[in-house]
């Protein structure tokens, strides 16, 4: 290391991993990156995504300017001149056709970035519009709904002791591949290596032989869409053979006598023939995860993204009560953040849906927002409400929500287009205007959402590595506020800044379970005032956090000085049983069979009796499903050339009886047509696909006009979402139906 070199250290942010990395900078140039091994809960583990950080600040493609699009093109301007078409841009779209005419798509990166925890909401209720919409409704929605009706809050999401548990089943998950997904664990792969060297079972559900699958004890290949079926068979087994033993958490439960009733019709031979599994292995199943010292049930992407999401994310919590492994070691766990709010026992408010609906689908909204996939709808469909106008933070739905192709459209017709977001992609390609945040290395960070879900009690902050004379991302996203708000171009984003944090400060005083509950407001405020707004609002959230220093009242608490002292993190335990102060459900219980789960059940017994009846299980007929690769995040990662080189990853994988069937050979290029669209993708044979069961990657397609993406405009790849419907949702969540879809497989014409 030469003597001007200078090492920091930071939370990776580009997945739910939370790794921490040790970066080496000469001046402002990033020189080499890796694994941080003093980091608290990496120690030391990095994927190929995490070394990028200086090639993502350096890129040629970012945008450093705002783009103003005049004539049809895109041209740079500076900050004024964009805020001010901004405000021209809202004003007129408001004369024409009013506030609900403005709608809004928040991107998966908003997690990832203090400024989308923060600083959203205050542009959400400037604008005033229900037309909100989000990632959430393509990979997650129906994990928040269930727990939102069990334990009364859409982001009380238990997760898996990995560390400690003795049995893991995990259905349609790839962490070794994805870092894992609403569930924190840095090094999953090795988490997973450990279970097994420690005498434990991990049994992966899936119908691809994923690298995960592989890691496996036992690896089951079942048929898309029938993880529900295949569950509730496992919970009638439990009944039938006298091993439902509910532990602790008995005394917490409401509705558990109706469980044993309503699973009677999900016997193990019917649904074995459906899932396209044996009978026996569902009883095996049954028998282990009754038996074992302890177990979890961990379900991702690939069954929540299907049409039965939000059952099957209920199905898979309740194997775990009904064998005694809820809410303690080695089952399943709530994660108690430091920005968690102290816990409080006795009935809540509970979670609510359906406040209102979508204009042309009637959709209800979930989380105040309405399902993606009926965004199209809104725009193409004339009359009162008609969504003329979007504001995208982040993102590119036209990649990653269904119907891309319709969507994509749809967004050419818009009257007007305001993007956050540091690239033109095949999204922000549509803006009027787009205003680039800075870069990953250019600003702070925390893990406000992650360790929320994380499988050990973590906090670390990371300051920003480089500095820059652009603004930041709070200041773009307060000044959009204040112009949605009627204050003009010029308004000082500060406005917004200080309200908040006031906000927050005099909610805390005001709060009789706060640790600075009837302190004087301005000597809070005076402590935190010195700080960047988004650090201020970090910090009181970190100190009247439950492992707080409440300003004073516990000198050993955490703070963000503490925080900043200490670079690889504080790691404040591993997690603990929870019940019954984490519950906020109307009963103050554990709603283990509420009334939406009992009448959507009906729902999947009809669908039961057609796949007995019908010819759903012919392996002749075709499916898509999904498939991640470790070096790509979604579509946002396929502009750095070290993440791309290599052999062509966007294959369309076959099994070989059905590439025999249909005259496929690998080498050549075979056409998929779903009911919305076709694409080609080059075909690769291989066993380690179940048969009638297809597979492309997730966010290629980087071949549309417009976009600024040089590296990934020339990697080869097809966009699966043109291949997804639209129209089909799970029913409780609105979520996205990306997994399961009937195609058609035939050689493509030279």
């Known amino acids: 290391m030469s003597d001007t070199a200078r090492t920091v250290f930071r939370t990776c942010p580009l997945c739910e991993a939370t790794c921490g990395l040790e970066l080496t900078l000469e001046g402002d140039r990033v020189t080499k990156i890796r694994g941080d091994e003093q980091d608290v809960f990496s120690s030391g583990?990095?994927?190929?995504?995490?070394?990028?950080?200086?090639?993502?600040?350096?890129?040629?493609?970012?945008?450093?300017k705002p783009l103003v699009k005049r004539d049809g093109k895109h041209v740079e301007v500076e900050w004024d001149e964009a805020f001010a078409a901004v405000e021209a841009g809202f004003s007129r779209l408001r004369d024409e056709s009013g506030d609900e005419s403005v709608g809004f798509y928040l991107g998966n990166p908003n997690v990832h970035n203090l400024a989308g925890a923060f600083f959203v909401r205050p542009l959400l209720q400037s604008i005033k519009t229900r037309n909100v919409y989000s990632a959430s409704t393509v990979d997650q929605m129906p994990r928040h709904v269930s727990?939102?009706?069990?334990?009364?809050?859409?982001?009380?999401?238990?997760?898996p002791d990995l560390d400690r548990t003795d049995y893991l089943l995990m259905l349609g998950a790839n962490p070794v591949e994805s870092n894992g997904s609403l569930c924190t664990a840095p090094d999953f792969p090795g988490r997973l290596k450990r279970l097994r060297e420690r005498g434990g079972t991990l049994v992966v559900v899936d119908p691809r032989t994923t690298r995960t699958a592989k890691l496996a004890d036992r690896h089951l290949a079942i048929r898309p869409g029938t993880d529900p079926h295949f569950l509730l068979a496992i919970a009638k087994v439990l009944f039938d053979e006298g091993l439902v033993d509910y532990g602790s958490v008995a005394q917490h439960?409401?509705?558990?006598d109706a469980i044993e009733a309503a699973v009677q019709g999900f016997d193990s031979e019917r649904v074995a023939e459906i899932c396209g599994l044996d009978a026996d292995d569902i009883r095996l199943l049954a028998r282990e995860l009754a038996g074992a010292e302890s177990a979890a049930v961990y379900g991702r992407i690939g069954v929540h993204t299907a049409e039965f999401g939000t059952l099957t994310s209920w199905a898979s919590d309740l194997l775990v009560i009904l064998t005694g492994n809820f809410d303690r070691e080695g089952g399943m766990l709530f994660p108690y953040s430091a920005l968690s709010r102290k816990r409080r026992e006795g009935p809540g408010r509970g979670f609510k849906a359906g406040r209102w609906q979508s204009r042309v689908r009637r959709a209800p909204e979930v989380r105040g927002e309405l399902p993606i996939a009926t965004i199209a709808d809104e725009i193409e469909t004339e009359g009162a409400g008609q969504l003329r106008g979007l504001v995208t933070i982040a993102g590119n739905p036209v990649l990653s929500a269904p119907n891309g192709e319709r969507l994509d459209a749809a967004f050419a017709g818009l009257s007007f287009m305001v993007s956050v977001d540091p690239y033109l992609n095949?999204?922000?390609r549509h803006a009027d205007v787009v205003l680039p945040p800075p870069s990953v290395l250019e600003r702070s960070h925390y893990d406000v959402a992650f360790y929320g879900i994380s499988v050990r009690n973590i906090a670390n902050y990371s300051a920003a590595v480089l500095a820059t004379d652009a603004p930041s991302e709070a200041d773009i996203l307060s000044r959009l506020a204040l112009i949605a708000a009627g204050q003009g171009a010029d308004a000082d984003p500060k406005?917004?800044?200080?309200?908040?944090?006031r906000g927050l400060i005099e909610r805390e005083v005001g709060n009789e379970y706060s640790s600075i509950h009837g302190r004087d407001a301005d000597e809070i405020e005076a402590e935190v005032g010195a700080l960047p707004a988004t650090e201020a609002l970090l910090d009181i959230m970190l100190r009247t956090g439950p492992w707080g220093d409440g300003f004073g009242s516990d000198p050993e608490g955490l703070s963000l000085a503490r925080l900043e002292a200490n670079p690889h993190g504080i790691d404040l335990g591993a997690l603990e049983p929870a019940l019954p102060a984490v519950l906020s459900t109307a009963s103050g219980k554990l709603e283990v069979f509420p009334e939406a789960i009992a009448q959507d059940l009906t729902r999947l017994q009809a669908d039961f009796t057609s796949r007995s009846e019908g010819p759903a299980n012919d392996d002749t007929r075709l499916c898509l499903v999904g498939r991640r690769t470790v070096r790509s995040n979604n579509s946002w990662m396929h502009n750095v050339e070290t993440l791309v080189r290599g052999r062509d990853r966007c294959t369309l994988q076959i099994h070989p009886d059905d590439a025999t069937r249909l005259g496929l050979s690998t080498g050549s290029n075979a056409r998929i047509t779903s009911r919305v669209g076709s694409v080609e993708a080059p075909i690769e044979i291989t066993a380690?696909?179940?048969?009638?069961?297809?597979?492309l990657p997730h966010g290629y397609g980087h071949d549309l006009r417009g976009a600024g993406l040089s590296v990934a405009s020339k990697t080869p790849g097809v966009n699966s979402n043109r291949l997804t419907d639209d129209q089909p949702l799970d029913v409780l969540s609105g979520n996205a139906v990306l997994n399961g879809i009937p195609v058609e497989v035939e050689a493509a014409t030279a």
């Open 688 to 695: 380690e696909i179940r048969r009638g069961v297809v597979s």
């Open 45 to 64: 583990f990095i994927c190929p995504k995490g070394t990028t950080l200086g090639a993502l600040h350096e890129d040629p493609d970012r945008l450093r």
């Open 426 to 428: 095949e999204t922000t």
């Open 253 to 256: 439960l409401e509705g558990a």
């Open 147 to 159: 727990c939102g009706l069990m334990y009364g809050s859409a982001d009380a999401i238990p997760v």
């Open 495 to 501: 406005i917004v800044q200080r309200m908040l944090v």
